[in-house]
Structure formats: C-alpha cells, structure tokens
C-alpha cells in the first residue's frame, strides 16, 4: 500500500525538515507542513504602540511652524497695506538676526571662533546679495496683474506647507545641513519665490529689500533656531511653541474674526484630532510574519585572537 500522499503515518518514514528552494522529500507532498508550521506565527510585531500625549506634544511643531508661516503672511499684509513702513521692517529684520544669533549662541554646547567668524561672513554676503538684487526685484512683476501676483503666492504658500519637512531631518548643526530631499528643496524654493512676488508690489526698493530680508529670514533659518531650542530643552521648545501660538491668534484676531477661527481649528485639528485618529487606526493594523517569510541573515562577528 502505497501513503506517500496520505496523511496515514509510517513506522520507516522519515521525518520531514524544511528543504530550501522547494526540494522534493521522499514521503512527503511537495505542499507538505507538518504541525509546527505555525507556531512561529507572529501578529503585529512591528507595529509601534504608540501614546496620545506623546503624539499630540510630537504634532506641536507642526502647528508651531504653521504659526510662523501665518505671521509671516501678517507682516506682509500689513506691509502692503502700509502700517508697517520701511523701517519698521529694517528694525524688525535687526530684532530677528539678533535673537536668532542668540539663541544659535546659548543653545549650542560647542560653538568656536571659526563658527562665528563664517557665521558673520555668510550673513553679510546674504544681506549685501539681497541689497544688490533689491531693485530688480522692485520691477520684476510689473507686467503682471496684481490679481495673478495673489493666486500664486496663495498656492506657493499651500506647496511650500504641503512639502516642507517638519520631521527636521535635515538640520544637521548649526552652519552644516544633510542633503536635502527634493520636496524639501521644492518647498524652500516657493517660499522664496513667494516672497519675491510679494516684495515686488511694494513702492520702494528699500521696503522691497526689507520684506525679502525679513521673509528668507524666517523661511530659511526658523526651522533651524527651532531645532536649537527643541534639542537644547524640549520643555523650553513647548513653552516657546505655545506662546507663539497665543500670540499668532492674537495678531489673527485683531486682522479678522473668521480667520482667527480657520486658525484655531487648524490648530485643533493638527494638534488633537490627528493624533486621536492615528492612535484609533493602530487598531486596524494587522501584520502576521513567520516561516514563510524572507530569511534575515545573521552574523556572529567575533574576534579570533
């Protein structure tokens, strides 16, 4: 009687063992598992238990950022509307280089000479590019209908908040960066754009000049004095973060009703109804690994002295 394709059992049947690539075992279907097939079986083993008071403290740089980008927006509408002049855009420029300098100084454990040094000299560069470049961007959009000039700095804005990279995995240290993705490199360059378009409905170059400096200020180095504070005392960034968020709905509350309550939902719905969603859709997460799966190789290296 022939059982090699039955389940009946065999006092000179060999055990079966797993055989790599398929093999064929004499005995035994090549579809054949026996009863410890499953009990390697793991659920959810990679899935990341995670905690609501954590991701709602983790989503506050989000919302932080989010405040920067809408005070940045008042500065401008104030601007154009002519309550802030040239130079009280010049001492605002000043007050911001100064405080950030600050912080990058008081947060940083090692910070050398040489640091400062190139510190003042890409500055200076910066500022002394933009002076140069101040009157053609005075005339650059001067053909185009202020209509058009509106739209698209609204939708660079929205790609400028959609792609940039609130994980700081690009900020490295201060003076040094890693390589930046191409979204992150997409979302700086329509800030700057924006900030261009802005700038160049304005009636002076000296105004222009202040509302550029003032705009790469904040898109270009906040995300970097952020990093500073949050890894130099994350209870310091919360605070800050926080008090920035009081004073934006402030600022958005004298302007305009409606827009203060669009922020303030905004801000409920990144900082309380996200993380609550997330936490709710870990439930669903159902990842089953076992024998099955892609063998992962592991070395013993060891020394053989």
């Given amino acids: 009687m022939d059982c090699s394709g039955s389940g009946i059992s065999s006092p000179h049947r060999p055990k079966w063992r797993k ?7 004499p005995g035994f279907a090549d579809n054949h598992t026996d009863e410890s097939f499953l009990e390697q079986m793991v659920m959810n083993a990679s899935v990341v238990k995670r ?8 989503s506050v740089s989000i919302s932080e950022y989010l405040c920067i980008v ?43 000479l040489t640091l400062l040094l190139r510190y003042f000299l890409n500055i200076s560069f910066f500022i002394t590019g933009l002076y140069v470049l101040a009157p053609i961007y005075h005339t650059l959009t001067r053909s185009i209908s202020s209509d058009s000039i509106w739209a698209v700095t609204s939708s660079l804005l929205l790609l400028h908040l959609f792609l940039h990279d609130y994980s700081e995995s690009t900020v490295k240290a201060p003076g040094a960066m890693k390589n930046p993705s191409l979204t992150s490199c997409i979302s700086v360059n329509a800030s700057v754009v924006a900030s261009v378009f802005i700038a160049s409905r304005l009636p002076s170059r000296l105004h222009v000049f202040a509302l550029v400096l003032f705009s790469l200020q904040v898109f270009l180095f906040a995300p970097l004095v952020t990093y500073c504070i949050k890894k130099y005392s994350f209870l310091l960034h919360l605070c800050f973060s926080i008090s920035l968020m009081i004073m934006t709905l402030g600022f958005v509350y004298m302007l305009h009703h409606l827009l203060f309550v669009l922020l303030l939902s905004l801000l409920v719905f990144v900082n309380v109804v996200c993380p609550y969603w997330l936490i709710r859709i870990q439930e669903y997460k159902f990842e089953i690994h076992g024998p099955w799966d892609e063998a992962k190789l592991c070395f013993d290296i060891t020394d053989s002295d």
């Fill in 51 to 58: 905690d609501m008071l954590k991701v709602m403290l983790d």
């Fill in 70 to 112: 809408a005070l940045v927006v008042l500065v401008w509408t104030y601007t154009l509307t002519s309550t802030l002049d040239e130079n009280s855009l010049l001492l605002l420029d000043v007050s911001l280089l100064v405080s950030g300098f600050l912080i990058l100084l008081f947060t940083q454990e090692m910070l050398s």
């Fill in 19 to 25: 055989v790599a690539y398929g093999g064929m075992q």
